[in-house]
């Protein structure tokens, strides 16, 4: 039988671009600089729910890291919905049990600057939908193994952006040869806000998409390329595997960010 697994990471949940719930969404008040933002989590939130119902039932959830955005020191909170890393946690709570509605849910810390360098703000909400959360996955799901971490490195050259997660996968196989360990199937890693992936007859490296839109300060004034928003699902059945990802077009993105 079919176990259909759902990937994501990276959303930000508290950034005014990060992935939110209606009932923490932004009003049109008619102030053009606030109102770009309401738009762009509407229009996020309503591809969301629309995209992930295609794919019910979703049995299991790897939510690989930075679901939560923190309190945004760099900034003084000027990017977030709300600093509360505890009100953000509900958002989390929110998409996964009413939206998503996995069987399983299994969780990867992330970047430390958003999650808490003191504490892992991401433990309770693990915690708070009954599952795990984890350094560093490692899955076997119907006969299929699957390691996930948030953390890989990224590149600013388009031609480049497969080696970290390549180099990733190389080193599973060196892993797996120096303690014994099986080499997993599939390799899932975040942070870098991109998707894209590569593979041989053996695996598959994946970098998932992210689930913050556009437009926070960091990413319009210091980073170069395009960014993936989306997630991944895929299917594992009896050593076997296929995959599908969703990805919101930029263009969608852009005319909403612009319409101000």
Known sequence: M???VMAAGDLHCGSAVGLTPPEWQYAIVGEPYHDKFARIQSQMWDWFEEKVA???PIDRLILNGDAIDGKGPK???TEQITTDRIMQGSMVERIVKDTIKPQDVAMTFGTAFHTGCEEDMETPIAKALGGTIESHLERTINGVRIDARHYVGGSSIPYNRHAAVSKEDLWRLIWA???GKEKPHIVLRSHVHYYGFSGNEF???FTLPCLQGLGNKFGSRICSGTVSIGFLIIDCEDGEYS?????LPLADQISAWKAW
Do not use: F
């Open 54 to 56: 295609k794919y019910y």
């Open 203 to 205: 695996s598959t490296a």
């Open 2 to 4: 079919k176990t259909r």
């Open 243 to 247: 995959w599908k990802a969703e990805i």
């Open 177 to 179: 040869d120096r303690t």
């Open 75 to 77: 900034t003084g909170g």
